[in-house]
């Protein structure tokens, strides 16, 4: 019986161990595939969402927007002149230039913004329950802090900085296509305007993008 019993306690300690060990494996392949998701989703550069992340949170932005009835804002931001920067400071002085950029944006915004990583100099910014007044607003005020800062380029060139800003609201009949190109014709505008401006989408371009969406 005493033998009986200790086969069986070792039959289970046995057991328990391979489950323990079939646990830590699926921990650790847990892990690389958030891992892998993060690094999919993350701009290799400034480490900040990338334009998949982007369009992948937009629509569900947008898919919120409609079910609570709360608006939300889209704003495209272009640094000015950033070719001239590239030209003066060369290609790693310009990487510099855009990691300081994007976290300078990441820690003036809001917890609940999100900021991406579009393409090359171009960023994209979502803020929930805003209007574009107050996205203007917003934008005014970080773009009046970023005149005051002086960057250092590898200690040597001494940069002040600019961005244009175009913004859109959503509106429960558009679609995110509709959005994007508002908020895209906006930034168009802010830049032939004079640049290191915040520019929001016009009544007359919002009647257009309504129209075609509903018919």
Same mark, same amino acid.
Do not use: W
């Given at each position: 019986?005493?033998?009986?019993?200790?086969?069986?306690?070792?039959?289970?300690?046995?057991?328990?161990?391979?489950?323990?060990?079939?646990?830590?494996?699926?921990?650790?392949?847990?892990?690389?595939?958030?891992?892998?998701?993060?690094?999919?989703?993350?701009?290799?550069?400034?480490?900040?969402?990338?334009?998949?992340?982007?369009?992948?949170?937009?629509?569900?932005?947008?898919?919120?927007?409609?079910?609570?009835?709360?608006?939300?804002?889209?704003?495209?931001?272009?640094?000015?002149?950033? $070719?001239?920067?590239?030209? !003066?400071?060369?290609?790693? =002085?310009?990487? &510099?230039?855009?990691?300081? *950029? #994007?976290?300078?944006?990441?820690?003036?915004?809001?917890?609940?913004?999100?900021?991406?990583?579009?393409?090359?100099?171009?960023?994209?910014?979502?803020?929930?329950?805003?209007?574009?007044?107050?996205?203007?607003?917003?934008?005014?005020?970080?773009?009046? $802090?970023?005149?005051?800062? !002086?960057?250092?380029?590898? =200690?040597?060139? &001494?940069?002040?900085?600019? *961005? #244009?800003?175009?913004?859109?609201?959503?509106?429960?009949?558009?679609?995110?296509?509709?959005?994007?190109?508002?908020?895209?014709?906006?930034?168009?505008?802010?830049?032939?305007?004079?640049?290191?401006?915040?520019?929001?989408?016009?009544?007359?371009?919002?009647?257009?993008?309504?129209?075609?969406?509903?018919?």
């Amino acid at each position: 019986m005493a033998l009986l019993t200790t086969n069986h306690q070792s039959s289970l300690q046995a057991r328990l161990e391979e489950l323990e060990r079939r646990n830590q494996l699926l921990e650790a392949e847990i892990e690389r595939l958030r891992v892998y998701k993060d690094y999919a989703y993350t701009d290799a550069l400034t480490e900040i969402p990338n334009r998949r992340f982007y369009y992948e949170r937009l629509l569900q932005e947008v898919a919120r927007s409609r079910r609570s009835g709360n608006g939300f804002t889209l704003a495209l931001v272009d640094l000015d002149l950033f $070719k001239e920067i590239n030209d !003066e400071v060369g290609h790693r =002085g310009g990487d &510099q230039v855009l990691k300081f *950029f #994007s976290q300078f944006i990441r820690v003036n915004l809001r917890q609940e913004d999100i900021v991406c990583r579009i393409g090359g100099d171009e960023f994209a910014i979502i803020l929930p329950d805003t209007t574009a007044e107050n996205a203007a607003v917003f934008f005014n005020r970080i773009r009046a $802090k970023l005149d005051q800062v !002086e960057i250092s380029i590898d =200690g040597r060139s &001494q940069l002040r900085l600019s *961005f #244009s800003c175009g913004l859109a609201a959503f509106k429960p009949e558009y679609l995110p296509e509709d959005l994007i190109e508002e908020a895209d014709h906006s930034l168009y505008s802010a830049k032939a305007s004079g640049r290191n401006r915040v520019v929001a989408a016009s009544a007359v371009s919002t009647a257009v993008l309504v129209s075609r969406a509903v018919h």
